[in-house]
């Protein structure tokens, strides 16, 4: 039975879910689970992981014991040495959130078993045949939160526990009061804790609520037109072609902006641009010659989401010039 009265809970819009029906989507707790569960789906023997990927990933797929290979990616991130067998799953990353649909759906062509990691995507299409996995947390304020779309991706669910995210998500409202130092940053580190701590778990209620709340129209007009900002200031010093896989409905999460300077990094956090070098691990596992060493040593992730607009990108840039003007 539905309760009534007492105090008034969080108030919240509701329908509005980008993600939503039952039939082929999946609601999980994290990324990294979603991926195992799309793997479990496609009853593969094994998973290929491109090198340059997300640590916890490959961790948390150790953890159930999956069976991983790997593959290099040239500097336009194409694979180069991925040859799976007709019962092996293949992991295609969008990178950044920069690769079109189309790129997407070309990459999966040629295999079975494809899984596409939209976790720095969450607005790039599913690419029908395949599982595509989505993070919400990197789009939108929420504690945690994970899709899956593809066919029957809703199997297996009633079988994991039930996630409750309250207890922790409070660094979401500290984040308002204190910033994200300090307080807001230890609480955020409580949470990050419990999402390592956990397995597979249904997407919590209050994620649930939030999400089926959220402004997705601005959250991609801002983030569109954010990168276009960055892509005018940036593009010209960029080591990268951040948007050779870009189509005009792309919806990215960050720039990914790559500059060989190890000092650049500081100079963003002491201007308070909170945004680190991603996957610091592969520079202590790969050779220096390769691409994912370089990118990983390099590539700083600039932000662009829905909270900014020109001149927060302009600010960042400004700090970016001046370090570059003053190194030795």
């Known amino acids: 039975m539905k309760e009534i009265g007492s105090f008034i809970e969080l108030e919240l819009p509701k329908g509005q879910e980008w993600y939503g029906g039952d ?57 180069i040495d991925l040859t799976p067998s007709g019962d092996e799953a293949v992991l295609f990353v969008n990178y950044f959130g920069v690769m079109s649909f189309s790129r997407m759906e070309t990459l999966a062509q040629p295999f079975c078993n494809v899984i596409i990691d ?15 996995v989505y993070s919400a947390r990197k789009f939108h304020g929420v504690a945690d939160g994970a899709y899956v ?17 309250s207890d922790t998500a409070v660094f979401l409202l500290k984040r308002i009061e204190y910033g994200c130092e300090g307080a807001g940053y230890e609480s955020r580190t409580i949470n990050e804790d419990r999402i390592d701590s956990e397995d597979i778990m249904k997407m919590s209620y209050l994620t649930h609520a939030m999400l089926d709340g959220a402004d997705y129209q601005k959250n991609r007009a801002k983030r569109k037109e954010n990168y276009r900002t960055a ?38 956090l002491k201007a308070k641009h909170f945004q680190g070098h991603w996957w610091n691990y592969i520079t202590k596992e790969m050779p220096e010659s390769t691409f994912e060493y370089w990118l990983s040593k390099y590539l700083i992730p600039i932000t662009i989401d829905q909270r900014y607009g020109e001149s927060e990108i302009r600010y960042v840039h400004s700090v970016v010039e001046c370090a570059l003007k003053h190194r030795i």
């Open 149 to 165: 779309i593809g066919p029957e991706a809703e199997r297996f669910v009633d079988e994991y526990p039930q996630s409750y995210s």
């Open 23 to 79: 039939k082929g989507v999946a609601r999980l707790n994290t990324g990294r689970a979603a991926i195992w569960h799309a793997f479990r789906l496609t009853g593969a023997s094994a998973i290929w992981l491109p090198y340059y990927q997300c640590e916890t990933v490959r961790q948390f797929l150790q953890r159930k014991h999956c069976e991983i290979k790997y593959y290099h990616q040239d500097r336009d991130f194409n694979p």
């Open 118 to 132: 939209n976790c720095q995507a969450f607005f790039c299409p599913p690419v029908p045949g395949t599982y595509s």
């Open 231 to 268: 892509c005018d200031l940036f593009d010209g010093i960029n080591l990268i072609k951040p948007s050779c896989h870009l189509a005009g409905d792309t919806i990215p999460m960050v720039y990914p902006l790559v500059i060989e300077d190890e000092n650049l990094h500081q100079c963003l």
